[in-house]
């Protein structure tokens, strides 16, 4: 680049045009490989830092999906939820995203930690519902149905977490939280689960809670004609 410059320089006698044409034409390239350079970039993070890999379930800059093929240039999704399906399921569309999302946008792993991911199922009942029963109800369906996966999957957590900073309290058994809303009360029934089993396990536990729940109809009573 030098030499050439110096023989430009010579031939023309017009060093200072050279060296600004040069560096416009210099500018226009930088600026337009731009975008794929920070994607080249973005590849070699991911290939070094790992924060997804083939076959995890990841959210880059709004698109979620499961990782199929890591380019040099963009990552390609297969689309999970989206506008065309309202729950965790696959869209089965394929979604490719530049790699320099991942320098700047948020990156969520649902594989990242362990191989499971919390989970809530949510059913509302009024004010006049024996709350302890239905909560009772509630955590016996979640372990009836995940069976001993749940505690497994709680001993690997408690394992990873030994490995980091982080204190937390660990059931070893679904928990049920209370929300008080204006006319209503929500219980959140909380889970592990494979990331990819939450849509089908959300659907059993529910069915089963509200299998349980009709059978004790002076127990637990439905906000019926209430605004929700």
């Known amino acids: ?30 600026f337009a490989l731009q975008q794929p350079l920070l994607s080249l970039i973005g590849w070699f993070y991911v290939m ?20 199929v093929d890591v380019g040099f240039l963009a990552t390609t999704l297969w689309e999970v939820q989206g506008p065309l399906v309202s729950t965790g399921q696959p869209s089965g569309r394929v979604v490719t995203v530049p790699n320099a999302q991942v320098l700047s946008a948020q990156v969520t792993n649902d594989s990242a930690l362990f191989s499971h991911v ?6 509302q009942v009024a004010y006049e519902t024996d709350l302890a029963f239905a909560r009772a109800v509630m955590v016996e369906a979640a372990d009836d149905h995940l069976g001993d996966e749940m505690a497994a999957a709680v001993r690997s957590y408690r394992e990873r977490l030994d490995e980091t900073a982080v204190v937390l309290d660990v059931s ?18 909380r889970f ?5 089993r939450v849509t ?5 536990i529910y069915e089963r809670v509200l299998a349980r729940f009709e059978e004790e109809p002076e127990r637990v ?8």
């Open 200 to 204: 089908r396990n959300r659907n059993a």
């Open 221 to 228: 009573k439905f906000p019926v004609g209430r605004n929700r």
């Open 192 to 196: 592990l689960s494979l990331p990819r």
């Open 172 to 189: 070893d058994r679904p928990t049920v939280n209370v929300v008080q809303r204006e006319s209503w009360v929500e219980l959140r029934l």
């Open 118 to 123: 919390w989970a809530e199922v949510t059913v």
């Open 48 to 67: 070094l830092k790992r924060p997804f890999s083939v076959g995890d379930r990841v959210e880059i800059a709004g698109t979620r999906g499961d990782v």
């Open 1 to 30: 680049m030098v030499g050439l410059i110096a023989v430009l320089g010579v031939v023309t006698d017009q060093w200072l045009g050279v060296l600004l044409s040069l560096g416009v034409v210099g500018f226009a390239v930088t």
